[in-house]
């Protein structure tokens, strides 16, 4: 718990989630069971996935969906800098090599789809967007130049579960949902998230060739479960290949399925608090709102606006907490950290503008109107 007044964020956790984990509990079964396979199930059917692959977090998806599509020694990621350092740091450690690629403007703090054609070298074998906010980057775009030039794409999804792809006029044709738009999508339920388990993530993919392996390099590489071992449809198993332990527990299954029965009706109130952020935010000249024009389209994870400057930023960072109302950062840019800075020495100016000036502002469902008209007075009046 905090004591902030105005919390960035507050789970909607109630009787569902407790009846959930006392569900578990009375069934004694505590690992990859019936629970996870549901939980599967139910994500792949709102995704319209062929595959869902519930995971431990997802940092674990990241690393799966890397080894996935074959990055090894040599080979290049690129992706955007303006994000959370799970891709780049698995990029890393599968002996690949992150390439950072800007976003597209401070309004649209997405990886830029001519910046990424640039940065293609025959070294490149995948793009790993990220849709900021909840918001997609631009993945017409994105797929037509990685078809074009045969590399693998992985959509970040963690803060877009529940968002439905849209095109560039705003038309969703196909029916996808973000995360099933490219070769494989990821998802997190880390404590902070729409859907929100603790820990626990999922992996997304329409591949049918990348599925098996996955389900295999999740549990150590192994042909069959417990769970099937349990119930008598497997005597025995084999390792076909060298696998980590990505799996996902019961209870935190469980979890994630309390909490996905009420994702999209969450998702539909953070739009109305985006909308009413926006227009209360109108024509102010010192903030710029990102996305404000595809509130409609996104899972509204985040509230991010843009000062004028990092001054107008600090003022505005100190005058609500003064109020008692929390805010953040996501993110400063990836370049700026010690363990990168010295391994790239590339600037991205719209990122390092972007990480000086912007800020996180509360959102979640149970946030009232009258707590967003005053952060958007004190805004306002930050001189
Ligand atoms: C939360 C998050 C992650 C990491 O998720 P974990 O489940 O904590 O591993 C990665 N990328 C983005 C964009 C995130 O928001």
Redesign the pocket.
């Known amino acids: 718990m905090t004591d902030w007044r105005v919390p960035l964020s507050v789970l909607d956790y109630g009787v569902e989630e407790a009846d959930a984990a006392q569900r578990v509990i009375a069934s004694k079964w505590l690992s990859m069971g019936a629970e996870v396979l549901a939980f599967e199930r139910e994500f792949a059917a709102m995704q319209s996935a062929r595959h869902a692959y519930a995971v431990s ?4 998806a ?1 690393h799966l969906a890397i080894h996935a599509v074959g990055i090894g020694p040599g080979d290049e990621i690129i992706q955007p800098a303006l ?2 350092v ?2 780049a740091n698995m990029t890393l450690l599968a002996g690949g090599t992150p390439v950072f690629a800007d976003i597209c403007s401070l309004a649209e703090p997405t990886i830029d789809p001519e910046h990424v054609e640039q940065l293609i070298t025959p070294r490149t074998k995948a793009v790993i967007p ?1 849709h900021y906010g909840g918001n997609l980057a631009r993945m017409s775009e994105l797929l037509e130049l990685c078809r074009r030039r045969g590399l693998a794409v992985i959509e ?1 999804s ?2 877009a579960v529940g968002a439905a792809y849209h095109d560039a006029h705003g038309r969703s044709p196909h029916g996808l949902m973000a995360g099933s738009i490219g070769d494989l999508g990821t998802f ?3 404590a902070n ?1 729409n859907l929100a388990c603790g ?3 999922m992996l997304v993919t329409n591949r049918d060739d990348l599925a098996e392996r996955i389900q295999m390099m999740r549990s150590h590489g192994m042909t069959r479960s417990s769970w099937e071992r349990h119930h008598g449809r497997a005597g025995s198993y084999d390792i076909a290949l060298a696998g980590f332990n990505y799996r996902l527990d019961e209870l935190h299954a469980a979890l994630g399925r309390a909490q996905l029965a009420k994702l999209l009706g969450g998702n539909e109130r953070r739009r109305q608090l985006l909308a009413r952020y926006r227009d209360g935010l109108s024509g102010a000249e010192r903030w710029i709102m990102v996305f404000e024009h595809g509130i409609e389209h996104s899972s509204g994870h985040l509230m991010v606006v843009v000062a004028d400057s990092p001054e107008t930023r600090a003022k505005a960072v100190h005058a609500l907490r003064e109020s008692g109302i929390q805010t953040s950062m996501h993110y400063p840019s990836i370049l700026e950290f010690t363990g990168f800075r010295g391994r790239f020495s590339q600037t991205l100016e719209r990122t390092h503008q972007f990480a000086s000036r912007a800020m996180t502002l509360p959102l979640h469902p149970g946030l009232s109107t009258e707590h967003v008209d005053e952060i958007v007075h004190i805004l306002r009046a930050v001189a």
Do not use: P
Request: hydrophobic share 35%; net charge negative; proline share 0%.
């Open positions: 977090s997802a940092t674990a990241l994000n959370f799970a891709s990220m970040d963690c803060h997190s339920f880390y998230k820990e626990g993530g």
